[in-house]
């Protein structure tokens, strides 16, 4: 009770109630108003997953592994694995995530007078395209989240594909969403760590993708090696990677560049993101033979031009003013939503850490915005890779 106490006496009463009574009116109003054919997540269904949320306490730890290195310093010597710190990571993120953004947690490039949804739709559509996905095939997807791309594609392919999460959470989720959908017959979800796939055989798959998965672990070799030894040969890998990229104005002793970093870090979960040459070598030097490789940023801008296409990091952007469209996620929806948090936390109706959890994610989206805008970091550097046809699975092993 005492701390309750405290934490009511600790805010701005006024202001704090003011502000929320008005955001949680606007949330009502616009989650009413948008249904944009299905494709949005309940929101009201997921505030409450959010308001039950029992893992918030895990914010204070999982923000620890990162208070405790400089911006100039690399997070290597985390006490934790990768694998423990993503779970953690999304044990606190997921119900926020799909609050805000939806069922599928990635960017996408946009044109202008296209809707977000659609784009979002249209980025996975690109996975389809490039790897040739056909009906039967038997694909993985490697960091599936709550499955909203896996379950886009096995509509739009006919493909059978099975998403692999380390997290429970996004398993359970994943698989309600799918069933209540009528899509469990050609996908579902497991529990599987993606550097670790026991459940799936060697030269097992068809094809195999990951979308802004990989980038929760440094190396990224173990999952590599991986998605080489269950691929037939032949087979093909896609991904779209986070990187900063080689050739722009990055520089990693510049100050201001460090702190965006790990400001992203921080604020998604991540190791120390790596450059794209990096990327490149680890795919190279797994075995794949590597048929593309480009930030998709760059490409659509320079093929359509700056006037005829939203930049990627738009949503989160507070100069993009009010987005109707995903609201929630937006730099003033993300404001409203934190006060509204300030005060059900205040009052015992919001679990503890809400608002640290909530501080945490702000953190990530607003360093995302000036990576972004200064140029030097993409979360869409794709990756088409292939099998060749001659090099049987223990190929991929070779060094471990």
């Known amino acids: 009770m005492g701390l309750k106490f405290q934490r009511i006496m600790g805010f701005p009463t006024k202001t704090s109630i003011i502000v929320a009574v008005g955001a949680a009116a606007l949330f009502v109003l616009l989650g009413r108003s948008q249904d944009f054919q299905g494709q949005q997540s309940d929101m009201t269904a997921a505030i409450m997953r959010l308001l039950k949320n029992d893992k918030f306490d895990q914010v204070q730890g999982f923000d620890e592994q990162y208070s405790k290195f400089g911006a100039d310093s690399t997070l290597s010597g985390r006490e934790y694995m990768d694998q423990e710190i993503t779970d953690t990571y999304y044990n606190i993120a997921t119900d926020f995530y799909e609050y805000g953004w939806g069922e599928s947690f990635h960017f996408a490039t946009r044109y202008r007078g ?148 790990r400001g992203i870090e921080h604020g998604n979960g991540l190791p120390d993101i790596i450059a794209d040459a990096e990327l490149k070598r680890q795919i190279e030097a797994v075995g794949f033979e590597l048929l593309e490789f480009y930030d998709l940023d760059d490409e659509i801008t320079e093929r359509f031009g700056k006037n005829n296409t939203v930049p990627w990091y738009a949503t989160l952007d507070s100069d993009s003013g009010f987005i109707l469209e995903s609201f929630a996620s937006t730099a003033i929806g993300r404001t409203l939503s934190h006060s509204l948090l300030v005060v059900l936390e205040a009052l015992g109706i919001a679990p503890a850490n809400s608002v640290a959890t909530s501080a945490m994610l702000r953190d990530g989206a607003d360093n995302l915005v000036l990576g972004g805008k200064q140029g030097w970091f993409t979360p869409m550097q794709v990756v088409l890779a292939r099998k060749p046809a001659h090099v049987a699975a223990q190929a991929g092993a070779a060094g471990q």
Request: glycine share 8%.
């Open 114 to 261: 296209e809707t977000f949804r659609q784009s979002i739709a249209r980025h996975e559509h690109v996975v389809a395209q490039k790897l040739d996905m056909k009906p039967g095939e038997r694909v993985v997807d490697m960091g599936c989240g709550v499955g909203g791309p896996m379950r886009e594609l096995v509509r739009f392919t006919g493909s059978n594909i099975v998403g692999i999460t380390i997290n429970e959470h996004q398993v359970k989720r994943c698989n309600e969403i799918t069933t209540r959908k009528g899509l469990s017959h050609l996908g579902h979800c497991k529990k599987l760590d993606f550097t670790a796939q026991t459940d799936n055989g060697d030269e097992s798959m068809d094809k195999v993708y990951s979308i802004e998965a990989l980038c929760h672990l440094n190396p990224r070799t173990p999952a590599l090696k991986e998605a080489f030894r269950i691929l037939k040969p032949g087979g093909l890998f896609f991904a779209y990677d986070w990187v900063t990229k080689e050739g722009s104005n990055y520089n990693e002793s510049n100050v201001e560049h460090q702190k965006i970093r």
